[in-house]
């Protein structure tokens, strides 16, 4: 049991780790100037012009959006404001906190009275939690308990064929954190009930029902049709959500098939529905493994925050490795490096950006776009989440009064150890785009406690030193380092970025370099476009300015990059590489230099990888995506021409399952 920081009572079994309150880990370097891009992007003036905020039920607006959108923001605003310190961003979050808080009732139901639906609530517990880690005010504590009394004094209401149902498991993240630092075990009744009475994801993914192509294939689609049941199973964000669910139970109920089923979740996606950066193919539903199908925003900042629960609760690297993938590709590849528009779907294999038809499952045509609110409002509202919950993870403490270095990045952790000695470890590193870390120990007095650090799966041959001394490591655990610490002793560890190819989609090769993938650098054009689509319409900026609630869009729209983009290509894409699938250090070279101010703008990529290859003009536009990847290896007398990749997360065009030139 850890001593310092609130874990698992009895009788829930105890965690691996322990998550740090927000605000005890702070990011440095680059991450720390990504931070500040989102809080200068949407995340720090969507409140401003979005509808959906600016005239939110959330804040005391009874004729404002009342449902999911105040609560999917807030739980990325509110941990951005607190790790960034952000004055400005608290005061924007403030008015929506001290009014839910002031919500509750007397039955224990909170929020606008407009809502009668669990969901939402869900989100604003976790909301809350993060609120009451940062400032420590005690009246989170008390609708918290309101509310779980009105969920076990109340029938269980998770139907199967509603988002409640499907995505019950997060009442139980807020049950437990909240059980942890009261003791009362009316809540581990409540969530009892949840369990037994909502969806069953740990099944689902030990049993996994939906191993066919992608979506529009699958035998069921006409039954999805007439039966919004049949749809949450298939549901991209679901299953994203659902993840946690196999971790989150496993520490109430001890099953072991649910601890089995948090491993099979994994590999059963990856296997049928698998995409680059550890993501799973989801245009609305699941997809398959083709690189043009698409990956929704939400799963993917869903999916890191399901990770960074399961890593706390079961804690194999294993985990903590795919927290990294998403977090350095996908999560970046799909916003703008300003911040300032998103996509909803992004695609590996991107080679145009545009309002058309594709091969979706069921998205419309404006999935594809970079913009304010393409397809549908949703990823407007959540995208928030994934840098600021990533950064609060980095970090977490552990039973034996340690701390564990679970993910990397920049950054600074002050936490508790040993006896409740105060320690400070900044985190030196220009990590994902190089493999030096360096930990360096601020300590008032000489204290003894262990430190451990994650040797990821793919990092054979990594080296850690403690006060130059060599530790053991093994790829795949973690290395524990236990030694009495003073001030500026280091811990350094070297992990060798080796360069690693992917077997993909009709044998394509794909190319990594620790937990980057690497794209194709493709000449962009940015068409912002004379309209935003908004709420199913578009709206151009005639219409904002005549319409009184949008006319600080109309303002931002003119004066910052608020709005939607086209992007087209302007040099080819159409290539295979000449790349040795087993050494493929013979092949190709690497470029490396410090990130720029804008980390994942394309011409500040750190890392440049330089391939040859030949273009394969059969291989063309279908549907408005790339064709078919051409099956490997491609028989090709095309003249052989220099190539650059660079990280997926620098990309807003790419290829990056590639064609393998048979030579």
């Given at each position: 049991?850890?001593?310092?920081?609130?874990?698992?009572?009895?009788?829930?079994?105890?965690?691996?780790?322990?998550?740090?309150?927000?605000?005890?880990?702070?990011?440095?370097?680059?991450?720390?100037?990504?931070?500040?891009?989102?809080?200068?992007?949407?995340?720090?003036?969507?409140?401003?012009?979005?509808?959906?905020?600016?005239?939110?039920?959330?804040?005391?607006?009874?004729?404002?959006?009342?449902?999911?959108?105040?609560?999917?923001?807030?739980?990325?605003?509110?941990?951005?404001?607190?790790?960034?310190?952000?004055?400005?961003?608290?005061?924007k979050v403030r008015p929506y906190i001290e009014w839910t808080l002031a919500s509750g009732r007397p039955?224990?139901?909170?929020?606008?009275?407009?809502?009668?639906?669990?969901?939402?609530?869900?989100?604003?517990?976790?909301?809350?939690?993060?609120?009451?880690?940062?400032?420590?005010?005690?009246?989170?504590?008390?609708?918290?308990?309101?509310?779980?009394?009105?969920?076990?004094?109340?029938?269980?209401?998770?139907?199967?064929?509603?988002?409640?149902?499907?995505?019950?498991?997060?009442?139980?993240?807020?049950?437990?954190?909240?059980?942890?630092?009261?003791?009362?075990?009316?809540?581990?009744?409540?969530?009892?009930?949840?369990?037994?009475?909502?969806?069953?994801?740990?099944?689902?993914?030990?049993?996994?029902?939906?191993?066919?192509?992608?979506?529009?294939?699958?035998?069921?689609?006409?039954?999805?049709?007439?039966?919004?049941?049949?749809?949450?199973?298939?549901?991209?964000?679901?299953?994203?959500?659902?993840?946690?669910?196999?971790?989150?139970?496993?520490?109430?109920?001890?099953?072991?098939?649910?601890?089995?089923?948090?491993?099979?979740?994994?590999?059963?996606?990856?296997?049928?529905?698998?995409?680059?950066?550890?993501?799973?193919?989801?245009?609305?539903?699941?997809?398959?493994?083709?690189?043009?199908?698409?990956?929704?925003?939400?799963?993917?900042?869903?999916?890191?925050?399901?990770?960074?629960?399961?890593?706390?609760?079961?804690?194999?690297?294993?985990?903590?490795?795919?927290?990294?993938?998403?977090?350095?590709?996908?999560?970046?590849?799909?916003?703008?490096?300003?911040?300032?528009?998103?996509?909803?779907?992004?695609?590996?294999?991107?080679?145009?950006?545009?309002?058309?038809?594709?091969?979706?499952?069921?998205?419309?045509?404006?999935?594809?776009?970079?913009?304010?609110?393409?397809?549908?409002?949703?990823?407007?509202?959540?995208?928030?989440?994934?840098?600021?919950?990533?950064?609060?993870?980095?970090?977490?403490?552990?039973?034996?009064?340690?701390?564990?270095?679970?993910?990397?990045?920049?950054?600074?952790?002050?936490?508790?150890?040993?006896?409740?000695?105060?320690?400070?470890?900044?985190?030196?590193?220009?990590?994902?785009?190089?493999?030096?870390?360096?930990?360096?120990?601020?300590?008032?007095?000489?204290?003894?406690?262990?430190?451990?650090?994650?040797?990821?799966?793919?990092?054979?041959?990594?080296?850690?030193?403690?006060?130059?001394?060599?530790?053991?490591?093994?790829?795949?655990?973690?290395?524990?380092?236990?030694?009495?610490?003073?001030?500026?002793?280091?811990?350094?560890?070297?992990?060798?970025?080796?360069?690693?190819?992917?077997?993909?989609?009709?044998?394509?090769?794909?190319?990594?370099?620790?937990?980057?993938?690497?794209?194709?650098?493709?000449?962009?054009?940015?068409?912002?476009?004379?309209?935003?689509?908004?709420?199913?319409?578009?709206?151009?900026?005639?219409?904002?300015?005549?319409?009184?609630?949008?006319?600080?869009?109309?303002?931002?729209?003119?004066?910052?990059?608020?709005?939607?983009?086209?992007?087209?290509?302007?040099?080819?894409?159409?290539?295979?590489?000449?790349?040795?699938?087993?050494?493929?250090?013979?092949?190709?070279?690497?470029?490396?230099?410090?990130?720029?101010?804008?980390?994942?703008?394309?011409?500040?990529?750190?890392?440049?990888?330089?391939?040859?290859?030949?273009?394969?003009?059969?291989?063309?536009?279908?549907?408005?995506?790339?064709?078919?990847?051409?099956?490997?290896?491609?028989?090709?007398?095309?003249?052989?021409?220099?190539?650059?990749?660079?990280?997926?997360?620098?990309?807003?065009?790419?290829?990056?399952?590639?064609?393998?030139?048979?030579?």
């Amino acid at each position: 049991m850890n001593r310092h920081y609130p874990s698992n009572r009895d009788p829930l079994k105890r965690t691996a780790f322990v998550a740090l309150p927000i605000g005890a880990v702070r990011p440095l370097g680059w991450l720390r100037d990504q931070l500040t891009i989102q809080a200068d992007g949407l995340t720090g003036h969507l409140d401003e012009f979005w509808p959906s905020l600016a005239n939110s039920a959330w804040k005391g607006d009874a004729a404002g959006e009342a449902w999911e959108r105040g609560p999917y923001f807030l739980d990325g605003a509110v941990p951005l404001a607190y790790i960034l310190d952000d004055a400005r961003l608290k005061a924007k979050v403030r008015p929506y906190i001290e009014w839910t808080l002031a919500s509750g009732r007397p039955d224990g139901w909170f929020g606008p009275a407009e809502n009668r639906d669990r969901w939402p609530l869900a989100v604003a517990m976790k909301v809350l939690t993060q609120y009451y880690e940062a400032t420590g005010d005690e009246r989170v504590i008390t609708i918290l308990k309101n509310y779980f009394a009105y969920l076990r004094d109340n029938p269980p209401d998770w139907p199967d064929k509603d988002w409640r149902g499907v995505r019950a498991m997060d009442n139980a993240v807020s049950g437990f954190w909240l059980y942890n630092r009261t003791g009362d075990a009316g809540i581990l009744r409540a969530t009892e009930s949840i369990y037994r009475n909502s969806f069953d994801w740990g099944t689902y993914f030990l049993d996994f029902p939906y191993t066919a192509g992608y979506f529009a294939r699958f035998p069921y689609r006409d039954e999805w049709k007439k039966s919004f049941r049949a749809h949450h199973p298939t549901h991209v964000v679901n299953i994203a959500m659902g993840i946690k669910y196999p971790a989150v139970w496993y520490q109430q109920f001890g099953e072991d098939r649910l601890k089995k089923a948090a491993y099979q979740a994994l590999a059963n996606l990856d296997t049928h529905h698998g995409q680059v950066g550890g993501r799973f193919g989801g245009d609305e539903h699941l997809a398959g493994r083709c690189p043009t199908q698409g990956s929704e925003l939400c799963s993917i900042v869903e999916y890191m925050f399901s990770l960074e629960k399961t890593i706390e609760a079961l804690g194999d690297v294993i985990f903590a490795d795919r927290l990294e993938l998403l977090a350095y590709n996908g999560n970046p590849g799909t916003c703008t490096p300003d911040y300032w528009a998103h996509q909803y779907d992004q695609q590996a294999n991107q080679v145009l950006v545009s309002i058309a038809r594709r091969q979706w499952s069921t998205n419309g045509d404006t999935s594809n776009v970079y913009g304010l609110e393409p397809n549908f409002g949703c990823c407007t509202a959540n995208m928030h989440q994934g840098w600021p919950k990533f950064v609060a993870h980095l970090w977490m403490a552990t039973h034996d009064q340690g701390l564990a270095a679970v993910a990397f990045g920049p950054c600074q952790v002050k936490a508790k150890v040993a006896d409740g000695a105060e320690v400070t470890v900044t985190e030196e590193t220009d990590y994902p785009f190089d493999g030096t870390i360096r930990f360096v120990l601020e300590t008032a007095g000489p204290v003894r406690f262990p430190l451990h650090v994650r040797i990821p799966a793919w990092a054979d041959g990594a080296r850690l030193t403690a006060g130059g001394v060599d530790v053991p490591t093994t790829a795949g655990r973690f290395a524990v380092v236990d030694r009495q610490w003073k001030a500026g002793d280091t811990a350094v560890l070297t992990l060798p970025m080796k360069l690693r190819t992917e077997t993909r989609y009709n044998n394509a090769v794909s190319i990594l370099r620790g937990p980057l993938y690497f794209a194709l650098k493709i000449g962009e054009r940015f068409e912002k476009l004379d309209k935003i689509k908004l709420n199913d319409r578009f709206v151009d900026l005639a219409a904002m300015k005549a319409d009184p609630q949008l006319h600080k869009m109309a303002e931002l729209f003119e004066k910052t990059p608020l709005g939607d983009y086209a992007i087209h290509p302007t040099t080819p894409w159409n290539y295979g590489l000449i790349v040795d699938r087993a050494h493929p250090e013979k092949s190709i070279t690497v470029e490396t230099r410090k990130p720029g101010r804008v980390p994942f703008e394309q011409a500040a990529a750190a890392v440049t990888l330089k391939v040859k290859g030949r273009a394969i003009p059969e291989w063309t536009l279908r549907d408005n995506s790339a064709g078919e990847t051409p099956i490997s290896p491609v028989v090709c007398a095309e003249p052989t021409v220099d190539l650059e990749l660079i990280p997926y997360g620098n990309t807003r065009l790419r290829i990056t399952e590639f064609p393998v030139i048979a030579e």
